[in-house]
T-cell receptor, first 113, second 116 residues
Framework: AQSVTQPDIHITVSEGASLELRCNYS??????LFWYVQSPGQGLQLLLK??????LVQGIKGFEAEFKRSQSSFNLRKPSVHWSDAAEYFC???????????FGTGTRLKVLA | GAVVSQHPSRVICKSGTSVKIECRSL??????MFWYRQFPKKSLMLMAT?????????EQGVEKDKFLINHASLTLSTLTVTSAHPEDSSFYIC????????????FGPGTRLTVT
């Protein structure tokens, strides 16, 4: 069965520090992978996506993610975190044969000034 | 980019009444829309998938008669929570996509429902 795991429920980093949010997936074929960010009480905003091609994907707000097939991972990174990056981050995989997403449980990022 | 709106953003209703939430794709035609429910500090739970002009497909465990979904046009889907109870209080989010968008869903801002 397809699944997405975000091992870290909460992460706290200092402003200016680097960030890596982990995402592991279980999928039988080449996955369609997404990272979304959600601010409190808001909808989801797409940060980046991977469908095929270059395994290092650049997104908005200075985020990037790397698809590693051998590790079934799609980790999100940012070299220098800003206080405004504090939010909930969701990894998602596109389900086979449909347009449905399977979401991870999310990682809540806290940024210390 | 593609924009999806939801109305209302917040609604409070009394137990036993029904409430309707609208989801609109503002600048594209959405052949498929999704409705999610999100509990506090939790992930999104897919409730149903709706395709324009056909009946919605509900996920396992979601009551079809309680959560009525209509996708009457390519730009509008509605979710009606019937005979609402306090346990239906939640954050409801819709998303939309089309065949041209190649699996990318565009999300609305969400609707906070409180049943008193």
């Amino acid at each position: 069965a397809q699944s997405v795991t975000q091992p870290d429920i909460h992460i706290t980093v200092s402003e200016g520090a680097s960030l890596e949010l982990r995402c592991n997936y279980s999928y039988g074929a080449t996955p369609y992978l997404f990272w979304y960010v959600q601010s409190p009480g808001q909808g989801l905003q797409l940060l980046l996506k991977y469908f095929s091609g270059d395994t290092l994907v650049q997104g908005i707000k200075g985020f990037e993610a790397e698809f590693k097939r051998s590790q079934s991972s799609f980790n999100l990174r940012k070299p220098s975190v800003h206080w405004s990056d504090a939010a909930e981050y969701f990894c998602a995989v596109g389900a086979s044969g449909t347009y449905k997403y399977i979401f991870g449980t999310g990682t809540r990022l806290k940024v210390l000034a | 980019g593609a924009v999806v709106s939801q109305h209302p953003s917040r609604v409070i209703c009394k137990s036993g009444t029904s409430v309707k939430i609208e989801c609109r794709s503002l600048d594209f035609q959405a052949t498929t829309m999704f409705w999610y429910r999100q509990f506090p500090k939790k992930s999104l739970m897919l409730m149903a998938t709706s395709n324009e002009g056909s009946k919605a497909t509900y996920e396992q465990g979601v009551e079809k008669d309680k959560f009525l979904i209509n996708h009457a046009s390519l730009t509008l889907s509605t979710l009606t929570v019937t005979s609402a109870h306090p346990e239906d209080s939640s954050f409801y989010i819709c998303s939309a996509t089309s065949d041209r968008m190649f699996r990318e869903q565009y999300f609305g801002p969400g609707t906070r429902l409180t049943v008193t």
